[in-house]
């Protein structure tokens, strides 16, 4: 049973840098993708970037250029590092794993999710 928890999130300004975490821990999957979704109220839960085993790396069109995933396996830890961040990233950020290899960015693709941690950017 997979276990994702984020930690990371909190208010920033427009223009500034944040930086996500996501420990997990139950994985046994030989092949997995892992990724960051966001949401917010009233809105579908959006892919912002999704990262394979092999480090193969996929972004939303509205962070490329922005955010950047990253993923530490001897410790189990992934991350996404936000860059020049603007008030429409504000949103609840979820770390997702899929047992599989990475395909389509959406979240009905994933079957692990953390709790989700606040961004704010103002």
């Known amino acids: 049973h997979v276990q994702l928890v984020e930690s990371g999130g909190g208010s920033v300004q427009a223009g500034g840098s944040l930086r996500l975490s996501c420990k997990y821990s139950?994985?046994?999957?030989?092949?997995?993708?892992m990724a960051w979704f966001r949401q917010v109220p009233g809105k579908e839960r959006e892919g912002v970037a999704s990262i394979d085993i092999d480090g193969g790396a996929t972004y939303g069109d509205s962070v490329k250029g922005r955010f950047t995933i990253s993923k530490n396996s001897a410790n189990n830890t992934l991350i996404l590092q936000m860059n020049s961040v603007k008030p429409e990233d504000t949103a609840m950020y979820y770390c997702?794993?899929?047992?599989?290899?990475?395909?389509?960015?959406?979240?009905?693709?994933?079957?692990?999710w953390g709790q989700g941690t606040q961004v704010t950017v103002s």
């Open positions: 139950g994985y046994t999957f030989s092949g997995n993708c």
């Open positions: 997702a794993a899929r047992g599989a290899r990475c395909w389509l960015l959406v979240h009905s693709q994933f079957n692990g």
